[in-house]
């Protein structure tokens, strides 16, 4: 259930809404950023919903009572139907307006020359957020893994030279913080989309997440991820079709280009694609980095690196500088078919 | 093993050869509609083979011997490496070139006046082919099991009165030449991918194929149900990515996107994409639409009624005539983005 | 909706049920094989089910009218509530009783010699009935392809040989009477478990049918396959469970234990396991075959060859002979823990 | 690659192997709980294998040494040909010898009169291990999240009036040292089986882990999960197989029953079998669980609560008390048809 305000609702009419939630038993959540206040009903109490709708609308400075059929309350579009824009850094990069968002960068942080020649790079060709592992998970124990710290200070010295923000994975709540200190969002890995605690510790957190679908994990279950999130009281959250396994082996996941309109329905979280996960080959990344656009999305996280045959993982999906300059070219000629639009860099390149 | 003629090789040239490779206990298959000819040898022999292709490499007119690594010898690219143009009808219709091609229609044919309103629908809109159920498979016996026979007369009789070539499914081998007589493209429903007694009856046909991928059917035994219909000498084969079973339930099923640029590197053959069985549901078809093409399908097969809640069959997934015209437009400003087209008749829409 | 007769009702009783069915625009289906006649009322009828229930309900000789709420209304345990027995070749060997029955024989009939010595293998370790391709489907057109009508004829030897009823594969509906003339029981393989052609032409056979869930269809398409069958008369299906597609590759298949207590409880058609197809790993057919019967399957389905390094088609997953008898020990004893028995040469062993 | 000492190796022998495999730059890993010592090289280092194998195999004190082609090196049979038994609090209960285990109890701690009748229950049927959540992942952050520490003591209180061993949950590497204070086995749930920060915190605990596998996770990055809490020093892991993400939706998750043998076959490590999870309803618990335990599991792990209509959560799948008796009984039918037995007081029962 949730609880629209009127526009000129007053504080005391607010306060008494709260205390009458509180009362019959229900956890109550404000929705911060919407253009009236939306208080909604957290909780599972056993009550008789009808009469409680009755009880609230009835209240002053209310203006009506939604009962929320999806079990995602606080991500669904029932509650927020205008779609949200998320901001990243303080530069006015935004996700989920009109202008497309493409985040780009290595899989890992390497090394110092590495990781600035690839900002360079991902600037150069009109992209707006540098992405660049420094805790990393890794299948196995034995492999690569990642410089930590250390990696982090060399992606901010990126920033630093490029004015793009970054964005950094987080594997352990006990780590939100010193990542934090370096990133300007968070990244929730696939593996890690159902850590609960996890989910929690960022949903504390004030910068914006970038949450990464499990690749077994149903649109609904991936939305109540985003919804543990939320109940922390971090409305910042941008979804991340990477692909999901299936029994076709011809590509490393199946890209779940359906999963973009069927988000973008269900939810008013913005949405962007990670083709180079997904299909684990250089070679497939701009036809699906194209139809994720062409789907809805509203940007793209894309591997770039400067010599990907040495690249110490992932090289084999990693975009070479040049190609991510034609695949940002192509963009640009798609974006305004979907009434959107790149940078102005790129549209002048 | 493929054996590529040199351009001007000689009649008697071949022969040699030809009688080569059944001296070798080799069925020969010659490749027709490429530039020069080339001499696929299929069957299972116990046999060395590099010793084979010197054999070969030393006859006169022969250009070079190739060792194809695909299992499906005759759809691989490593033997065409020209894309396939596959003409249907004889009015110029051909899939696979520069020109978009979308096939439009109501799921199944349920009268004339049904039939007829909907051709007129899809020409106004710039529709290039006239799809419509006369023999349909029902999971369900007990369902609505269509016209038949009469059905194919109305397709026919929608022809006459625009001019759209029609394309119909057979279900059954002994079916082939009674929908030939109406068709001017066959149809292999997803059901009979598999059904090697149905391949093979639509390989000894003179009508091209439009072959949809069973929904639990990896790409390789895809492109080996079509090697099927190409070992009969059909040539003629469309491949159509129609949906994929998988553990997300949001949509009916997962269409595969990245099946696209899978399919066009591997295999000649014409590529198009269903996005209305895929999601069954009407709100998905444009963005999967525009998707597919953006990962670069050749064409599109949309379910178009004039009144989709009364059709006797996957009403929920079809467009109504206004949404489809602006389907065709989005699509006309999409098109030159990948270096394609559509007829003229939508440009100038 | 299905009518229920009393026990003692007349014949003209019946046939005034029967009519006024049809009068109201349904094709009735005469339930065979059960104490009291029960009528199904099959096709799609824009009627108000509900009065129609108080007329039947009131007609003489009719004991209850039930509505039905599982789409698979002839396979369904609504229907019948007593598990079908299938009784198979004349020497008294049935599916779906107390007695577990075992088919067992090569992937593919390949010479006088190969099926002779394995009818007498398997007659030896205790299997109820031979199985053997002669019409195969293969994924390749390029592959081995069977002996045809010949291996028929020997198969039909070795029953004469050893007793055993046999069990071969049908592809075309046009060769379903050939294949009847040699085989006890017609098996319709998993690809064209959907072709539904071939179902209704074998539903119009007097042979008991052994059906193969296609591997990517859900258990609620796989009962209406075996519908299509017994919608055409043929009551006597066996449903096998032979492996699911997922995204595990460890296994050639996913064996979907779970399939048969779930199949058991929605149906009365008795269920067996094919674990040679389902794993393609001879290593893993005994623990898949115990699982198997542990979950109540009524019997399997085993691949076994005297010579399995040297067989034509699917060796890897065949059992040799001595493996083969030593599952059919552990079978005798795994028999009664799930109240069942083998037949009395097994046990005697 | 590993090396193998002789029985007789001496310290000195070992710790120069172990200088020598440092100097080579791997991190050596000692294999604890076999009869001669094994040394693992770890790391990622670019080195000709073939020559250092030479200076391994001539070095005093070494059998041979052996190159592993299994990715998980610590979870691989190839290392540990032997099974692993992994004891269980201090009782004598043990999993993976020929007594197979039952953990059971409820799904979540919900009162102390529940989980002392629950434990009453567990123990009186022959059950060797109580199950209980106290800190529970949910899906949902809306619904019951479980009693947390209090929970743990109300089941350290049934340990203390029953004898049996807990296992209870957890999901926070900042609570591992908190659940060990009261769990005499720690189980890292199906959503947590790739949070790395979570596999190497309880790879540093002394206790034994159950480990389950991810409902979208293949069988080899199951063992590289396990392969984490080896490669910390923690040798004690129980694999736990609990359904599968699959196309069929007739049961919640398909229990890959097939994962048993080939688990067993690929590692020495313990497999248990989770019906209740894995089919998500009760009347499928019973056939699922003998499958598994047919299919060669070391035990099974089953939800059980004295008034399933009332928990408050997943009451659907428990088991109540009586029919839990029942599977046991017909269990410890079954122990002896796979060369096992059930304890003493099931048999006796």
Redesign the interface.
């Known amino acids: 259930m949730v609880i629209i305000m009127k526009m000129g609702a007053t504080e005391a009419e607010k306060a008494a809404v709260l205390s009458r939630v509180e009362a019959a038993g229900f956890r109550p959540f404000i929705n911060p950023g919407v253009e009236r206040t939306v208080i909604a009903l ?3 109490v056993d009550i008789d919903k009808v009469e409680l709708v009755d009880i609230f609308a009835n209240m002053a400075g209310v203006e009506r009572v939604q009962l929320i059929s999806d ?3 606080l991500s669904s579009r029932q509650v927020h139907p205008e779609p949200m824009v998320v901001p990243v850094g303080d530069g006015g990069v935004a996700i989920g307006g009109s202008t497309l968002v493409v985040m780009a960068g290595p899989c890992s942080v390497e090394s110092r020359e590495q990781i600035l020649e690839s900002a360079a790079v991902v600037r150069a060709a009109g992209g707006a957020i540098l992405r660049g592992g420094a805790f990393k ?8 893994q990642c410089l930590g710290e250390a990696g982090l200070a060399l992606l901010a010295e990126a920033r630093a030279a490029t004015g793009l923000p970054i964005v950094a994975e987080v ?4 780590e939100v913080d010193l990542v934090s200190q370096y990133a300007d969002m968070l990244q929730i890995g696939a ?2 989309q ?5 989910l ?1 510790a960022v949903g504390r957190s004030s910068r914006p997440i970038l949450l990464k679908r ?8 991936f939305l ?1 991820a985003a ?2 999130v939320l ?1 922390e009281g971090n409305p910042n959250v941008v979804l991340c079709e990477r692909g ?8 490393r996941y ?9 988000l973008k ?1 269900l939810s008013h979280l913005p949405v962007i694609v990670d083709p180079s996960h ?2 684990g080959d250089w ?2 990344v701009e ?2 980095a ?7 999305a509203d940007g793209l996280i894309i591997e770039v690196h400067p010599d990907p045959q040495h690249a110490r993982s992932d090289g084999k999906q990693s975009l070479k500088p040049k190609r991510f300059a034609a695949l940002m070219e ?1 963009l640009a ?2 974006a ?3 009434d959107r639009q790149l940078p102005l860099a790129v549209r002048a390149g």
């Open positions: 957290l909780g599972e079990p995602f309350k998970p890794r299948t196995s124990p034995h492999s690569f594997m352990d709540p006990h593996r890690n159902q850590n609960f605690a996890l929690r499990g690749p077994g994990t149903k649109i609904k279950d109540m919804e543990y109940a999901i396994i299936s029994f076709e082996d011809a590509t199946t890209c779940d280009i359906n999963a973009v309109p069927v329905r997904a299909t070679a497939l036809p699906i194209l139809a994720g656009i062409a789907a809805g192509r000629r798609l305004p078919v979907v």
